[in-house]
């Protein structure tokens, strides 16, 4: 049974940062591609950040560019967000999603992912 469990979500102040970890009982990591989204209340889910198997692509959501950082540790089995500069309306539930796929590559549409974790809550304060 394919498990992905999301931690470090939490409340922090509008200009502070935070990790999320997501951990993933995945018998091949290294073959999927990996990405984090978030829904807020009353919106849809949005990609946030994705990064390719191997970890030598990555790909973001235009708002998050220069603030935000995924990565991986294939070794462990986990991606992790490294959020900074955080805001306001970026309060929302984030979730880690999983993505088998033959090539190298970032996957950014939420119908390819195939695995979802059950989210971790974000809520920056202003």
């Known amino acids: 049974q394919v498990q992905l469990v999301e931690s470090g979500g939490g409340l922090v102040q509008a200009g502070n940062s935070l990790r999320l970890s997501c951990a993933a009982s995945l018998r091949t990591f290294s073959t999927y591609s990996m990405g984090w989204f978030r829904q807020a209340p009353g919106k849809e889910r949005e990609f946030v950040a994705g990064v390719s198997p191997s970890g030598g692509f990555t790909d973001y959501v235009e708002s998050v560019k220069g603030r935000f950082t995924i990565s991986r540790d294939n070794a462990k089995n986990t991606v992790y967000l490294q959020m900074n500069s955080m805001k306001p309306d970026e309060t929302a539930k984030y979730y880690c999603?999983?993505?088998?796929?033959?090539?190298?590559?970032?996957?950014?549409?939420?119908?390819?992912?195939?695995?979802w974790g059950q989210g971790t809550q974000v809520t920056v304060s202003s």
């Open positions: 999603a999983a993505a088998l796929t033959s090539f190298n590559t970032v996957l950014s549409t939420i119908k390819r992912y195939s695995y």
